[in-house]
């Protein structure tokens, strides 16, 4: 009869600590799964804490499609960041990556000559209240038929939802609520 009586509180302590170890690890990347993969964007998924993170969004190549856009939420889920970490903490960042015709192993130089300036338009959300790891900008090269090459640069201009409380954006740059710095530099 003792040992039952000795039991319960042991078992009830155990599961306090387990209740507090997941409220403390609830965002820990190990509980973070994916992709899972909305149209062109990839979002990391963390059904414990029923938050995700926005990373790679794969461009089509058409001039037309340059909007990326970071809903409030995916599969019911809040979409709270851009960029983060998934499994044994794999960084994941944010951003656009190009169609193979746009990129090459040859590394972007001065020398090569511009041939666009690729400029996205990133929409956040009204939930998207961290950046753990974003894209500010890239050039890459191409090389195209009869062996000519060409530079890309990648550069985004942000929107964002005016019910956001972290960012804001002004004239394409994303700033901070607090202290009006840029978020990203």
Request: charged content about 20%.
């Amino acid at each position: 009869m003792k040992a039952k009586r000795t039991l319960l509180p042991v078992l009830l302590l155990l599961l306090a600590l387990a209740a507090a170890g997941l409220f403390v690890l609830r965002d820990a990347a190990m509980l973070y799964h994916g992709p899972v993969t909305e149209g062109a964007q990839e979002y990391y998924v963390n059904s414990l804490s029923r938050r995700a993170f926005a990373g790679s969004w794969l461009w089509d190549g058409d001039p037309d499609h340059m909007t990326v856009t970071v809903p409030d939420s995916v599969d019911g889920v809040a979409v709270t960041a851009l960029g983060g970490y998934y499994g044994r903490g794999v960084p994941v960042r944010f951003g656009v990556t190009l169609p193979e015709a746009y990129r090459s192993t040859l590394e972007p130089s001065p020398d090569i000559p511009l041939a666009e300036e690729l400029v996205f338009t990133v929409e956040l959300g009204k939930s998207v209240t961290e950046i753990h790891a974003a894209d500010t900008g890239y050039d890459t090269v191409a090389v195209g038929t009869g062996a000519a090459v060409a530079r890309y640069h990648v550069s985004y201009r942000y929107v964002c939802d005016a019910e956001n409380p972290v960012f804001y954006a002004e004239d394409g740059v994303l700033y901070r609520r607090d202290d009006g710095r840029p978020a990203l530099s």
